[in-house]
């Protein structure tokens, strides 16, 4: 990335950077805030940095990271110009992490950071990414649950790489795992499976994810979705696959009903009734727009990745004086 920012392996970066998008999390951030705070001195003692990236969020969240920056000189505190979902919030704060260690967590502390010292060790033993795998979700539906699992048992299967089972984006990360995700270009991102897909040593730390603290998720049913086509289309080509596959049963489908209306015709037997034509007309309709729209997926993906706009725009940031500025930051999104 060819950008004019200060150089992120100097000998002020810290050794471990906590990275925390946020959206509309202003009951839970201070305890958020207070546990992670614990958990760096315990493990690193002064040389951390908290990034927090607001996104968009219309709440109080973002007058509550100005204060805490305000009163911690280890906080910074990104406001994204709007809200641009989960991922690219993500993505903004790892590309102005300056740790040799890089902890990705979720600020409604269903993912204890109490975890980052385990998480530690396994990486001092030489993995390159520490991933939590989850034994338990509390807190969340039935349905909530099932669809997961369902989901990423499918995703497994679909796509052309290893993504590990009931795991999210809570990780421990190297500054060298880290600047490999930051050189991926991609627009529609699924950040677990981009650092699945760059390899390295990976290893699990299996976990209880507890509850919310406090708030409600910002996640419902129609952003998982969202989630699931961008895991499937950003990792795998099988949904066109099966297009294909679909376009190859109906051609034969069409063969023997030409062939059985062939037959009717020369023994004299009238075609019964429109109900089965109609059936028919209607499956491969049906069968049509279907793949139809697998297509149309994956080129309005195309389309959006050609267009090469910046990931996101930055509003403004607190803390950390020698921080690149925000026209750097935006400029840093684009390249």
Request: hydrophobic fraction near 45%.
């Amino acid at each position: 990335m060819s950008v004019a920012t200060l150089d992120r392996h100097d000998s002020m970066s810290p050794r471990l950077s906590v990275v925390a998008p946020c959206y509309n999390e202003e009951e839970g951030l201070p305890e958020f805030v207070r546990r992670v705070t614990e958990t760096c001195v315990a493990n690193v003692g002064a040389s951390y940095e908290i990034v927090l990236v607001n996104d968009g969020s219309r709440d109080k969240t973002w007058s509550i990271m100005q204060n805490l920056s305000a009163n911690d000189p280890h906080i910074v505190a990104i406001n994204l110009s709007r809200n641009y979902g989960h991922q690219i919030a993500l993505t903004s704060g790892l590309q102005n992490a300056r740790g040799e260690r890089i902890l990705i967590i979720d600020a409604d502390l269903q993912d204890p950071p109490e975890l980052l010292a385990p998480m530690m060790e396994k990486m001092d033993e030489g993995a390159d990414v520490v991933y939590g795998q989850r034994r338990k979700r509390e807190g969340e539906t039935l349905f909530k649950s099932l669809t997961a699992a369902i989901f990423y048992r499918v995703l497994r299967r679909l796509v052309d790489i290893e993504i590990p089972l009931d795991t999210g984006d809570f990780r421990l990360m190297t500054r060298r795992a880290l600047d490999v995700l930051n050189s991926m270009p991609e627009q529609t991102r699924f950040i677990r499976g981009m650092v699945s897909w760059m390899g390295l040593k990976q290893v699990p730390l299996m976990y209880d994810r507890s509850a919310r603290f406090a708030g409600e998720t910002a996640y419902p049913l129609s952003k998982m979705v969202r989630l699931a086509f961008d895991a499937i289309t950003g990792f795998s080509i099988t949904p066109l696959r099966i297009a294909s596959y679909l376009g190859v049963a109906m051609g034969g489908l069409s063969l023997v009903m030409v062939g059985y209306t062939l037959l009717s015709w020369m023994f004299g037997s009238a075609v019964a009734g429109w109900t089965s034509l109609t059936s028919i007309v209607l499956l491969i309709g049906s069968t049509q727009l279907m793949v139809l729209g697998m297509f149309g997926e994956y080129l309005g993906r195309m389309y959006i990745e050609t267009k090469r706009r910046p990931l996101y725009v930055v509003d403004s940031v607190i803390g950390r004086a020698h921080i690149a500025t925000e026209a750097a930051l935006t400029q840093r999104a684009a390249s």
